[in-house]
């Protein structure tokens, strides 16, 4: 079974500080997602990863940065916490769906739910 | 512009019934459609992927359904159970068929199941 883990299940952090959200996966996947999720707005993209140091922005990166230095590991960064950031965060990691026409299975992480005040 | 929008936005049924949740898409050029379930507090789960030469396709008591010319899918539950009671996203994929695919998600539909 794929596994997505995420550091933490609940966030407080105060406006101003420096956040880091830590994802894994133990599958090899080459390609990591981090999103936020909001009500009446569904999952949006913040960053994406598709190997090793790399990264490209998403619908959403304003306020975000992000790391991979390892394969299974993509860590999501918030240089200054705002309150307007206050949100539900989901990792995912993704596979090549294989005989389809093209495509990936993502799979998700449980979610972090970041409060900042 | 690329939407995925879902009917209703919640639903309450009684245990044992069926139900039927709907998604239109305006996602081009089409790839896949996914329907995921979400518990609350947890991330997505996968119930159903298809792709375009695909119009109907089961897990268990979830049955997705795709026309591909009128861009609508549905979801239908069998004989509900309590822990049908989660949020359905409708996802569409759109690109090329070949690397990165952009996902475009809906908005859910919020179900609870009622004994």
């Known amino acids: 079974d794929v596994k997505v883990t995420q550091s933490s299940r609940y966030l407080v952090k105060r406006t101003g500080e420096k956040v880091f959200l830590e994802c894994v996966q133990d599958?090899?996947?080459?390609?990591m997602f981090w999103y936020r999720q909001d009500p009446g707005l569904g999952l949006r993209l913040i960053y994406f990863s598709y190997d090793v140091k790399m990264k490209e922005k998403g619908d959403i990166p304003e306020g975000y940065s992000v790391s991979r230095e390892k394969k299974e590991r993509f860590s999501l960064i918030l240089e200054s916490a705002s309150t307007n950031q206050t949100s539900m965060y989901l990792c995912?990691?993704?596979?090549?769906?294989?005989?389809?026409?093209?495509?990936?299975?993502?799979?998700f992480g449980p979610g972090t739910r970041l409060t900042v005040t | 512009k690329n939407q995925v929008e879902q009917s209703p936005q919640s639903l309450i049924i009684l245990e044992g019934k069926n139900c039927t949740l709907q998604?239109?898409?305006?996602?081009?050029?089409?790839?896949?459609l996914r329907w995921y379930k979400q518990d609350t507090g947890r991330g997505p789960v996968s119930l159903t992927i298809m792709t375009f030469s695909e119009n109907t396709k089961s897990n268990g008591r979830y049955t997705a359904t795709l026309d591909a010319d009128t861009k609508q899918s549905s979801l239908h539950i069998t004989a509900s159970q309590l822990s049908d009671s989660a949020s359905y996203i409708c996802?569409?994929?759109?690109?090329?068929?070949?690397?990165?695919?952009?996902?475009?998600f809906g908005t859910g539909t919020r179900l609870l199941v009622s004994p």
């Open positions: 995912a990691s993704s596979l090549l769906l294989s005989g389809t026409s093209g495509g990936y299975e993502q799979y």
């Open positions: 996802v569409v994929s759109g690109g090329p068929n070949t690397g990165f695919q952009k996902l475009v």
């Open positions: 998604c239109n898409y305006t996602v081009s050029p089409f790839s896949n």
């Open positions: 599958m090899d996947h080459e390609n």
